[in-house]
């Protein structure tokens, strides 16, 4: 299965929501109220004191901590539009006991300057890559975009996740299915584990693009078809991508433990072959599966 995808920009309307500098300042608001909240006195080396009524450090105590004053701070929270240098926002990073996923976020929403704007286009696969994901059967292996839209899957993939070509071709994306589609919580073990950790990833991919229409577009509809999404995206988790395990849910095959390797693909950086492997056992019956002409796609 490929597929060649072009992303609308998206309208104003009630599933598109505002971009530019005013934006990032909101969202740069949200992300350092939220890593305020999360630390205590003592993890800062600061007394508890008495009568806190915050459940975690004051904003002057972070201002005193990053050695800026507290009224400039106070304005950051409140989402002015600044223009935070690089050693203040690294200063505010140390203070906050940032990772360094979550320090990068910071600086993409802090910087004065506006990262240029990747015009949306028609995503292709090279034939190549094509063939390769389909010759790698029976080891699930698909390939996603610079959107995560899935843009080719072998038949061990859609075995596994779902019949991509069968689904309209604005949903053939990997967050959205996660989300929006109920087969995602019976074919993912741990659904709730897995959806946090995909979001963290996809708002790091985002970040790469802060003015990029189309990103805006499925951002808003996600969060107007998701609860959990829209409860989660606030939150600014940020993760880079790696590789790691899953443990997937078969009807016939049962519970599988898989084992993942992320590429990204020469011609093109924002697109990433993904591809998995499981025990021998398991991979063998998989592959048995596959020769029965068994249909594709989990979702039931």
């Known amino acids: 299965m490929t597929a060649t995808r072009q992303h609308p920009d998206g309208g104003p309307g009630p599933a598109t929501h505002a971009t530019g500098r005013g934006a990032r300042a909101r969202e740069l608001a949200d992300l350092l109220r939220s890593r305020r909240d999360r630390l205590q006195p003592a993890d800062v080396g600061l007394p508890a004191g008495h009568r806190r009524r915050t459940s975690g450090l004051r904003r002057e105590e972070v201002a005193q901590l990053a050695g800026v004053s507290a009224t400039?701070?106070?304005?950051?929270?409140?989402?002015?539009?600044?223009?935070?240098?690089?050693?203040?926002?690294?200063?505010?990073?140390?203070?906050?006991?940032?990772?360094?996923?979550?320090?990068?976020?910071?600086?993409?929403?802090?910087?004065?300057?506006?990262?240029?704007?990747?015009?949306?286009?028609?995503?292709?696969?090279?034939?190549?890559?094509?063939?390769?994901?389909?010759?790698?059967?029976?080891?699930?292996?698909?390939?996603?975009?610079?959107?995560w839209d899935v843009l080719a899957a072998n038949r061990a993939a859609r075995l596994l996740w779902t019949d991509w070509p069968a689904l309209p071709p604005e949903n053939r994306n990997m967050v959205w299915w996660t989300f929006t589609d109920p087969a995602a919580r019976r074919v993912f073990v741990?659904?709730?584990?897995?959806?946090?950790?995909?979001?963290?990833?996809?708002?790091?991919a985002a970040d790469r693009f802060p003015d990029d229409p189309s990103f805006t577009s499925l951002i808003g509809r996600l969060r107007?078809?998701?609860?959990?999404?829209?409860?989660?995206?606030?939150?600014?988790?940020?993760?880079?991508?790696?590789?790691?395990?899953?443990?997937?849910?078969?009807?016939?095959?049962?519970?599988?433990?898989?084992?993942?390797?992320?590429?990204?693909?020469?011609?093109?950086?924002?697109?990433m072959l993904v591809t998995f492997a499981a025990s021998q056992p398991d991979q063998d019956r998989i592959a048995e599966l596959l020769a029965l002409g068994t249909g594709t796609g989990a979702s039931r």
């Open 72 to 147: 400039y701070y106070t304005f950051l929270e409140q989402g002015r539009d600044l223009r935070p240098s690089w050693e203040v926002l690294e200063a505010i990073a140390r203070a906050l006991r940032l990772s360094p996923a979550e320090r990068a976020h910071l600086h993409t929403l802090g910087s004065g300057t506006p990262k240029a704007a990747r015009r949306p286009g028609a995503e292709t696969l090279p034939l190549a890559v094509v063939a390769l994901v389909d010759h790698l059967d029976p080891y699930p292996t698909y390939v996603t975009g610079r959107y």
């Open 190 to 204: 741990d659904w709730e584990a897995e959806s946090s950790a995909q979001l963290a990833r996809f708002r790091t």
């Open 224 to 271: 107007d078809a998701s609860p959990e999404f829209r409860a989660a995206w606030p939150r600014h988790e940020v993760a880079p991508l790696s590789s790691g395990g899953k443990r997937i849910r078969h009807p016939v095959l049962g519970e599988l433990a898989l084992t993942h390797v992320v590429l990204t693909l020469a011609d093109d950086q924002e697109q």
